[in-house]
Every structure is written in structure tokens, then in C-alpha cells.
């Protein structure tokens, strides 16, 4: 095992603190990084990049501004700089094609780490399980009301253990470079769907409200969400709603060689976990 380490951007995030701790557990060396980290790493300051890619071999990007201006440019330089470091391999955090301002940035993202010159494996990512437990929709949840303009469609929801452990597996493991990689869970969920489980599952009550996107963003400005990222949001939904990306994939159990997490796991480890405690 070599003793250089891998370096985990967006290390105190859903992902990224999951992909160190499981690489850590494996015995791998890990530089955790993030703008919060010893040695920090910020998007915006390039100044501190040269510090977390001394000696690295290989890098899980995550780029939480990927889908705005500017932030695939930055990915560009920053491989760059990797490859000038000596990197060879980087994993993407990264979204499916669905023609989205989105998955252009990613594609964008993509293009410039193989122009670099790195290995690259992307994870195409589905909704991770998590946002209702740890992100944008935990609120929601403990309000008991997911009010969201995605209608009835559904989405193939995955674990984010299950994107960590496939991520640990492209960074240390050669026969990954050059896939791509569509992470789903094992099956379609509907917001309905996902009120249903967690209410049953977690006896945690959660109506899910379908609204129009209008009201959905009115609603959201007035909760002071920025005007950008609420229609952001809002596309997204309607992206499920239009049933364009409901198809679930092989993709990690093939890689794992064991099924992707289930959502009904997810919710009672969260019930247990105490996340959704807070009172309706
Ligand atoms: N959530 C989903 O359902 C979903 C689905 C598909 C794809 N994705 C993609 O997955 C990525 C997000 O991954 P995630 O959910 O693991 O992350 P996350 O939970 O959103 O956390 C973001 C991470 O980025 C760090 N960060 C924020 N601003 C930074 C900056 N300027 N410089 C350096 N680090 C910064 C944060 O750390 P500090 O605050 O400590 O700096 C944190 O560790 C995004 O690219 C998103 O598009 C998400």
C-alpha cells in the first residue's frame, strides 16, 4: 500500500466524511480537506491549494458550486495544479446528463481532469437519502411537510455510504479508471413515497404537499432562500417530476458486489440516530 495520501475534498460534508472515514478504517493515509481543515482547502483561493496536493496520489473532488458560474473553471485549474503535483487519479462527485445547467458543469468538470491529464472515475450521482437527514431537507421533514414542486415523480434515491464505499473502491483501485458510474438505490421513491417510509418507518409524521413551482419558489424567497437557488431547486424538481432520470441502476452492487442500500435501512438508522427527533 502506498504511503502517500488521498486527498478528500468537501471532507466535512455528506460525502466526503464518509469517503475519509471508510478510507481511514481500510488503513489508506487520508487528507481530509475543506475550507474548516488544518490544512484547508478553499475553492476560491487557489493559494491554498498547493499545500493539500503535496504528495497526493489520488483526489475525491467534490465542488459544491458545480452547476454555477465559474466553478468548473475552477476545476480546471485546480486539476491542473493536481497534475503538475504529481496526481493521477480523481474521483468526481459528479451528476448524470440530463441537459441541466447541472450536468453541463459536470461534464464541463469531467473534460478538463482527463485534459489534465488524471484518471478519472465519475460517480454520477442520484438524490442521496441524506438530504433528509443532514441537508436542504431535514427542515422540511421536522416541519413535518415536504412542500416541493415535483408532482408524482419518483427518483432512485441512494445511500451515501453506499457512494462512499464505491468512491473508496475507484480511488484505490486501478480497474476503475476511465468508468463512469450511475449510483442509484435499489429502488424508485416518490416524495409521497419517502413521506409514507419515514411516517411509518421512523413514527415521525410527514405529509408530502405537491405545489407548483411558483409557489414553490414564492415560498422559498420568503424563508430568504436566494432568488438563483430557488429556481435552481425548483428545475430540479420539476426534473423529477418529468420522470426523465427514474430509472434505477447496477452500479453498485456491481462494484460492491452487494445490493445498494435500501431507503427502509436509512430511515430506521436515522429514526435511531435521533436526527428527526425534534417535535411536529
Ligand atoms: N445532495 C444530492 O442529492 C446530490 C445529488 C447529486 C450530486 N450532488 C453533488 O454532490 C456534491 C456535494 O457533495 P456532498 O453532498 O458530499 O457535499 P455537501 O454535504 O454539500 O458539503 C459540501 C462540502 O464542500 C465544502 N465546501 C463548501 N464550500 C467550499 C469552498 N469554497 N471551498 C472548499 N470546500 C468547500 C464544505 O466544507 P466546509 O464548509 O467545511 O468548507 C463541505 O465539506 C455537489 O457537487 C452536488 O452537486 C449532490
Redesign the pocket.
Known sequence: MSSSPILV????????RRVAAVLAQRGFPVRAV???STIR????DASTWPAALQGVRAVYI???G??GDGAAAQVEQFVRAAAAAGVEKAVL?S?PDDGSD?SRSMRAAESHIVAAGLQLTSLR????FQ?FSE?FLLQPVLSGELRLPAGDGKEAFVDADDIAEVAVAALTDARHNGRRYDLTGPRLLSFADVAREITDGAGHPLTYVPVDSDTYVAEQLAQQVPQEWARAFAALYQDIASGKLAQVSADVEAVLGKPARDFSGFVSNTARGGAWKQAV
Open positions: 475534498t468537501g471532507a466535512t460534508g455528506k460525502t466526503g475543506s475550507r474548516n482547502l478553499d475553492w476560491d467534490v465542488h459544491p458545480l452547476g462527485a451528476t447541472f450521482l442520484r438524490w442521496f438530504n441537508d
